[in-house]
């Protein structure tokens, strides 16, 4: 079964104390992605990538950065969090041209 | 401005009833998904549309994608209240590495 972890589920913390939210998949898949998920707003990409050292920019990437060092690990790191990016994250998986994407469950940060 | 207007944002009916929900756009897409949320939950994908013109069926849900592939729509036959739930639709451009979601459409099944 096709799986995506993410820890913590749940984040509160300051402005400007950096973060590390963490995605690990089962399946080794080639592709992963981050979203953020806002109301009145749906999912929107953050950062993708297609491999092992290989990422690029979604629509919202400012204020993120990613890395891919090893295909099943993919965190997103936050610097310097502000409280716009206060949000529900989620990291997803797919195979190279097979266009259905597995998502974890979800991190809720609230940066105060 | 989103890629993808999805309409209604808010749907609330009665068991039994029928809707339709749907995700429009200026662009063309390469794939289009819908997928459901439940609150606290990651999205499931419920189906993928590649040609334009498609229609899939699960059980009681019908996927059409238009013939242009820039739209999409969502038909529930004798709604229940198990699909209850946020419905997104997302569009793959074609190089399938970026993915553009609708704002979604919150529905709710009354018993």
């Known amino acids: 079964e096709a799986q995506v972890t993410q820890n913590p589920r749940y984040l509160i913390t300051v402005t400007g104390k950096k973060l590390t939210v963490t995605c690990s998949q089962n399946?080794?898949?080639?592709?992963m992605s981050w979203y953020r998920q806002d109301p009145g707003l749906g999912l929107r990409q953050i950062y993708y990538?297609?491999?092992?050292?290989?990422?690029d920019k979604g629509d919202v990437p400012e204020g993120y950065k990613v890395s891919r060092k090893e295909k099943r690990n993919f965190p997103l790191i936050l610097e310097s969090p502000s409280p716009n990016q206060t949000s529900l994250y989620f990291c997803?998986?797919?195979?190279?041209?097979?266009?259905?994407?597995?998502f974890g469950p979800g991190t809720r940060l609230t940066v105060t | 401005t989103q890629l993808l207007e999805q309409s209604p944002q808010f749907l609330s009916i009665q068991e039994g009833e029928n809707l339709t929900v749907y995700c429009n756009s200026s662009?063309?897409?390469?794939?289009l998904q819908w997928y459901r949320q439940e609150p606290g939950e990651g999205p499931v994908l419920l189906v993928t549309?590649?040609?334009?013109?498609e229609v899939k069926k699960l059980k009681r849900l019908t996927f059409q994608f238009g013939d242009a592939r820039k739209d999409s729509s969502l038909h529930i036959t004798a709604a229940q209240p198990g699909d209850t739930g946020l419905y997104l639709c997302?569009?793959?451009?074609?190089?399938?590495?970026?993915?553009?979601f609708g704002s979604g459409t919150k529905l709710n099944v009354k018993p």
């Open positions: 997803a998986k797919w195979e190279d041209r097979v266009y259905e994407q597995y």
């Open positions: 399946m080794n898949h080639e592709y």
């Open positions: 990538s297609m491999n092992v050292e290989v990422t």
């Open positions: 662009s063309v897409f390469s794939s």
């Open positions: 549309v590649v040609t334009g013109g």
């Open positions: 997302a569009g793959a451009q074609y190089n399938f590495n970026k993915f553009y």
